[in-house]
């Protein structure tokens, strides 16, 4: 695999300034790149580098770009805007700004619902659709579920203490993949102030809007609406972890997602990672290869 550079850019969509990685390697003013257009959503409280590892293996065959979304990375935060079809649509604008009419698009995590999302509002834009441990879990339908619940089990994560504390706590939490590279990955989704302490990017407030859009607007009453092929890509379990409630779930809902869109499989990277991108980017790459050349 040979090093790859992304050219980082900027983009002005109706609602908010944008920023972005263009892994194309072709000069500012686009379209010299033939090749197909994968675009890569991040998930929640994320950046656009989460692909820094993943990318790399599809560039020879792809013109890969990367999104800071809405309220994330460089990316402006408004206080409005994180619907579905509001995030969608900023994504389409990014498209037409950067001259690329027909995308695979792939989300990992939160960014798979975006991603499904855009191929349901606006599947003319999408050629294909991959969700990466994302985007198929539809809570709603979980035993028992609440807004109490939801809420609880997707509160914002622990970012807190100084830059040092919180990446002892990563290093901990990541220990099976930790490197320099993602310690410069994880630094761009979070912020330091002036006080010398770690926030995250996103503010609290729009990370609810974002929880109030996933069960209010929930993955299943999109299925039906995607028209591409679609692949889930999902972590299997850990070893001693097959029988959990939450495997046994994530399967169904896997299931479920693929028996309502149609033109859908399911691929299982065995004994991994939510953070599949972080710990098992090569089997990742050769998952994405295999299904975006089919």
Request: charged letters at 20%; aromatic letters at 8%.
């Amino acid at each position: 695999m040979e090093e790859v550079t992304p050219q980082e850019g900027w983009l002005n969509t109706s609602g908010l300034r944008m920023h972005y990685l263009d892994w194309s390697g072709t000069p500012s003013s686009h379209g010299q790149d033939n090749r197909p257009a994968v675009v890569a959503l991040h998930g929640l409280a994320s950046s656009c580098h989460w692909y820094d590892l993943v990318i790399p293996r599809l560039a020879d065959n792809y013109r890969c770009i990367s999104l800071d979304q809405r309220g994330h990375g460089l990316t402006d935060q408004p206080p409005t805007g994180y619907d579905w079809h509001t995030l969608s649509t900023d994504v389409v604008e990014a498209l037409t700004h950067l001259g690329v009419r027909e995308a695979a698009v792939m989300g990992h995590s939160w960014g798979g619902y975006v991603a499904l999302s855009l191929a349901a509002k606006y599947p003319e834009h999408v050629s294909k659709l991959v969700m990466v441990d994302g985007g198929f879990m539809d809570w709603t339908r979980w035993p028992g579920a609440t807004w109490e619940w939801f809420t609880n089990l997707l509160r914002p994560r622990d970012v807190s203490g100084t830059r040092e504390e919180f990446l002892d706590r990563l290093r901990h939490q990541l220990a099976e993949c930790w490197s320099d590279q993602l310690e410069e990955i994880v630094m761009t989704m979070v912020r330091v102030g002036p006080d010398g302490l770690v926030r995250d990017i996103l503010e609290p407030t729009n990370h609810a809007q974002v929880l109030d859009a996933m069960w209010n607007e929930p993955p299943s009453s999109m299925f039906h609406l995607v028209r591409c092929p679609t692949m889930i890509m999902s972590a299997g379990p850990r070893a001693g972890g097959g029988n959990s409630e939450f495997s046994r779930m994530r399967r169904e809902m896997a299931d479920a997602a693929q028996s309502a869109i149609g033109d859908c499989r399911v691929e299982w990277i065995p004994d991994t990672i939510h953070d599949i991108g972080y710990h098992k980017p090569d089997e990742m790459a050769k998952a994405l290869n295999a299904f975006l050349s089919r």
